[in-house]
Structure formats: C-alpha cells, structure tokens
C-alpha cells in the first residue's frame, strides 16, 4: 500500500466517521479499510465519461468567479504558518459548530488530487457543505437538512450572511465539485483550480460564522 493510498484511505474514512453511526463504521472500517476505499472510488467513477473540455472551462470560471468575490471583500484569512487546521477545527469546536472532517488540511487535497481528482473534489464538497451550515446555523437560520445546498446559499444571501458575488463563486465551486461526485472526468490541474478557489472560501467563511458565534 503507498502513501498515496493511506492518505486516500485517511480521506475516505474520515468522511465516513462525521457521516455515520461512529460506532458501528469504526468497527466496520476497522475490518473492511481497502473495500472501503474501493467502494468510495467506484462510486464516484460509476460509469465516467472520458476527458470533458467542458469541466476545464467550469474549473477556470470558479477560479475567476472566486477572484473576483475575494477581490470585492475583505482579505481572507490564510492559517499561518501551514498545517495549523487543527487550531481552527478546535476553535470551530469552542463555538458550537461542526468540525470539518478535512481538517482545513487543503494541501491534502491537493496531494490526493494528483493521482484522483474525483475523490479529491468529493471531500472538499463535504467540506463545503458543513462549513455552510455552520454559517447558517451562527444566524439562526434553520434549514432541514435534505435541503439543497443552492437552496442553503439563496437563504444565507437573504439573511446577509452571504454577498451575492459570494453565493455566485460557491455555486460555482459546488457544480464542480457535484459534477465531479457524478463521475465525469477530471483533469488533476482543474480539480487544483477547484480546490485552491474552495480553500480561499472556506477559510473566509468559516472565520464569518465563528466571529458571528464569538460576538
């Protein structure tokens, strides 16, 4: 097994701890880790399509979309130095709101996405959909939680907790990261572009939610 495949492994069982029943998957995965991993890959890769030109435009529109809504509010807050997304998990924890299983740990996505970039996007997605509700939840909106995530975005710019240009640049990134999930086929450079443009708006927005909760 290479390094490659235990952070592929990390990544898979990470996400299936937040998204079930913990005992039970931990016994499970404790005894199924490599099916596990196969299974998770299979499913994204259901039936995907070859090389699509397309999603290499949508990959250069997010990254432009979200230079432009990063350009039109306040700097976003980078961790400094690297590999400190464990103080922000921590710091998520303190205010009430949900951890992301990533960890904040982008370059990890990146590393992963060099070999899969499907499997790379469908974490940073689950990343994207806890830190929204997160925000949501530091402005009392409720929403149920088979609700769209579009949905989630059109109520958190309705309650001024999002900037239009902002919802713009996260649906963009969610139709990426959705479309990716679906099996169509991945470039490793574009799924970059996806995540380097994810990792500026996670970062902003989960500091929004914890500075809404902490006020």
Request: proline letters at 4%; hydrophobic letters at 50%; a negative charge.
């Amino acid at each position: 097994m290479t390094d490659q495949d235990i952070e592929i492994a990390r990544l898979v069982l990470d996400y299936i701890k937040v998204l079930v029943w913990p005992l039970t998957i931990i016994l499970l995965v404790g005894m199924f880790e490599h099916e596990f991993v196969f299974l998770i890959r299979r499913l994204i890769k259901w039936n995907a399509p070859g090389f699509s030109a397309e999603f290499s435009a949508t990959a250069e529109q997010v990254e432009q979309t979200t230079e432009r809504a990063v350009a039109a509010g306040q700097a976003v807050p980078i961790p400094d130095p690297p590999g400190v997304g464990w103080v922000l998990n921590a710091e998520l924890k303190r205010a009430g709101l949900t951890e992301l299983p990533g960890g904040f740990d982008f370059e990890r996505y990146k590393l992963i996405a060099q070999s899969d970039p499907n499997l790379a996007l469908a974490g940073l997605r689950i990343d994207f959909e806890i830190t929204l509700r997160n925000l949501a939840q530091a402005y009392d909106i409720t929403v149920s939680k088979p609700s769209s995530l579009s949905f989630l975005v059109t109520m958190l710019v309705k309650a001024e907790a999002l900037r239009k240009i902002e919802a713009e640049a996260i649906k963009s990134i969610l139709s990426a990261c959705n479309r990716a999930v679906h099996g169509e086929k991945v470039l490793s450079a574009d799924a970059l572009k996806v995540i380097e443009s994810g990792e500026l708006l996670i970062l902003s927005l989960a500091d929004t939610a914890m500075s809404k909760v902490i006020a």
